[in-house]
């Protein structure tokens, strides 16, 4: 079955302790991507990746990090959480190809992190 | 800023009715354009995607694309229930992020169908 796996699902941790959220997809998908979901504020795009080794920055990267060593995995990592990072977060993955139509995400269930 | 913009609603519609939900977008050079369902704590579901003018149908799902207007629209035909959630209007932009996967999302409606 196709799909876009995280974990954890839910995690709550304390202001600085760094944590690892994880993300795999099984479709051999190039594009990856984080995201955050806060009420009124929609979809953000926190980091991106378009293969192996090449992220970037999308729109609200401060206080994450990424990495991509393996085409599959796309974790996220907040090495110094706060309070203001308590979010909904969403891994996603797509074609990378700009061609109309290839261009659906799919996602992760979802991962609902509390800092207190 | 390219954005791409929803009602957040609440949009109430009676079961059996038809529920249109709407979206614009300012990138002019957006090619493709996706609506999500979302439930409530549930990760975005695609439903439809379109990249011609004009209206494409599945099932009781009607998607349509004005690009003139930059206009996109999801009717929902004989809603039920459980068509009750968030729906999530996606624009795939040009310039640098053409020839990547990132999408452009809008804030969401809220449609309710009450039965």
């Known amino acids: 079955e196709a799909q876009v796996t995280q974990n954890p699902r839910y995690l709550i941790t304390v202001t600085g302790k760094k944590l690892t959220v994880t993300c795999s997809q099984n479709?051999?998908?190039?594009?990856m991507s984080w995201y955050r979901q806060d009420p009124g504020l929609g979809l953000r795009q926190i980091y991106y990746s378009m293969n192996v080794e090449v992220t970037d920055k999308g729109d609200v990267p401060e206080g994450y990090k990424v990495s991509r060593k393996e085409k599959r995995n796309f974790p996220l990592i907040l090495e110094s959480p706060s309070p203001n990072q308590t979010s909904l977060y969403f891994c996603?993955?797509?074609?990378?190809?700009?061609?109309?139509?290839?261009?659906?995400?799919?996602f992760g269930q979802g991962t609902r992190l509390t800092v207190v | 800023q390219k954005e791409v913009e929803q009602n957040s609603g609440p949009l109430s519609v009676p079961e059996g009715a038809i529920a249109s939900l709407n979206c614009t977008y300012s990138d002019r050079g957006s090619q493709s354009f996706f609506w999500y369902r979302q439930y409530s704590g549930k990760s975005p579901e695609l439903i439809m995607f379109?990249?011609?003018?004009g209206d494409k149908e599945d099932g009781r799902f009607t998607a349509q694309l004005n690009k003139a207007s930059q206009y996109v629209s999801l009717l929902i035909r004989d809603s039920q229930p459980s068509d009750s959630a968030t729906y999530l209007c996606a624009a795939h932009p040009t310039g640098g992020s053409s020839n990547t996967g990132k999408l452009i999302f809008g804030q969401g409606t809220t449609l309710q169908v009450k039965p």
């Open positions: 479709m051999n998908h190039e594009y």
């Open positions: 379109i990249y011609s003018n």
């Open positions: 996603a993955s797509s074609l990378h190809s700009g061609s109309r139509g290839n261009t659906e995400a799919f």
